[in-house]
């Protein structure tokens, strides 16, 4: 499968900006897809989850209240309020088949797709 993100883009602190991942497979509901990012010198982290249902989502707790993960029969979507400076990121959506239709995967290493990111700049 091939995801592709869109959304990013530069905001001054507490703006917002929702990221879309589409996929190039006809039942992108059959993946649990994860938003993850990756700062400047740091590692890739999970920042939420969604499952193939969409009936189970994660998210991490320095973005709780903040920003929101869902899905539609095509879309990922990450709605991201009340954005920080420390949002500053490449943000990746990312795909996996494993588990069952309440599974959410959050190991970067364990996602078997990728997209290739989407840089999210926030200004203070």
């Known amino acids: 499968v091939q995801l592709q993100a869109s959304g990013g883009g530069l905001v001054q602190a507490g703006g917002s900006l929702r990221l879309s991942c589409t996929a190039s497979?006809?039942?992108?509901?059959?993946?649990?897809v994860g938003w993850l990012r990756q700062a400047p010198g740091r590692e890739r982290e999970f920042v939420a989850g969604i499952s193939r249902t969409g009936r189970n989502i994660k998210h991490i707790d320095s973005v709780k209240g903040r920003f929101t993960i869902s899905r539609d029969k095509n879309t990922v979507y990450l709605q991201m309020n009340n954005l920080k400076p420390e949002d500053t990121a490449v943000y990746y959506c990312?795909?996996?088949?494993?588990?069952?239709?309440?599974?959410?995967?959050?190991?970067?290493?364990?996602?078997?797709?990728w997209g290739p990111g989407t840089q999210v700049t926030v200004s203070s």
């Open positions: 990312a795909a996996d088949q494993v588990g069952n239709n309440a599974y959410i995967q959050t190991k970067p290493a364990d996602f078997e797709a």
């Open positions: 497979v006809r039942t992108f509901t059959d993946y649990t």
